[in-house]
């Protein structure tokens, strides 16, 4: 099984500021996905990448696809509490989704 | 209207016994999933099942019995439970199993605790 790994694995920051976290792998993707958990619920998506390079913003969430499609990041400019979540890359491959190691995302008031 | 339901939320229950977890979805899916999630948040999928069809079965224990008796549903059995079964069990659909990108909804999750 090809690993998604994803960084930092635990993330606590102030009601404000900027974030990044990663997603990597040493295989290429056909496409990547974003999801975002929140406790006790399911997983929600949040975005689809497919083309190297490819940018993608959702209000304060931006997403990047690595030009090798091998790596995936998503920046959150101005985090604010709602932000706070278990945030999941994933990708799709031989007709079923494979998820990454997650980041759980704590924004502190 | 929830798009992707399952029952119970919540599920306490001792070694051994023997119970099911039941999954609904009103979108019009043809693809269903069950996917299990441990105490480390990593979310693994389970079965796959396409119009009825299983096409995914990740090497899951034999105790573990999906059955579709219908494309809107998929519920799945669990016998002889052991600790280690203890899990956030989530109940997923899509409107197809193939291409790029294609959307995942998932169900609330289902709580399982094996005392």
């Known amino acids: 099984t090809q690993l998604l790994e994803q960084s930092p694995q635990f993330l606590s920051i102030q009601e404000g500021e900027n974030l990044t976290v990663y997603c990597n792998s040493s295989?290429?993707?056909?496409?990547l996905q974003w999801y975002r958990q929140e406790p006790g619920e399911g997983p929600v998506l949040l975005v689809t990448?497919?083309?190297?390079?490819e940018v993608k913003k959702l209000k304060r969430l931006t997403f990047q696809f690595g030009d090798a499609r091998k790596d995936s990041s998503l920046h959150i400019t101005a985090a604010q509490p709602g932000d706070t979540g278990l945030y999941l890359c994933?990708?799709?491959?031989?007709?079923?989704?494979?998820f990454g190691t997650g980041t759980r995302l704590t924004i502190i008031p | 209207d929830t798009a992707v339901s399952q029952t119970p939320k919540y599920l306490v229950t001792q070694m051994g016994n023997d119970k099911s977890i039941k999954c609904e979805q009103n979108?019009?899916?043809?693809?269903m999933y069950w996917y299990k999630q441990d105490s480390k948040k990593f979310l693994k999928i389970m079965f796959s099942?396409?119009?009825?069809?299983?096409?995914i079965n990740e090497t899951v224990p034999n105790r573990f019995s999906p059955k579709s008796p219908d494309k809107a549903h998929l519920n799945l059995h669990i016998n002889s439970l052991e600790l280690g079964d203890s899990a956030v069990y989530f109940c997923?659909?899509?409107?197809?199993?193939?291409?790029?990108?294609?959307?995942?909804?998932f169900g609330e999750g289902s709580w399982l605790t094996v005392v």
């Open positions: 997923a659909s899509s409107q197809d199993s193939r291409g790029l990108g294609n959307t995942i909804y």
């Open positions: 295989s290429v993707f056909s496409s």
């Open positions: 990448v497919v083309t190297g390079g």
């Open positions: 994933a990708r799709t491959s031989n007709e079923k989704l494979t």
């Open positions: 979108l019009g899916h043809d693809t």
């Open positions: 099942y396409n119009n009825k069809e299983l096409i």
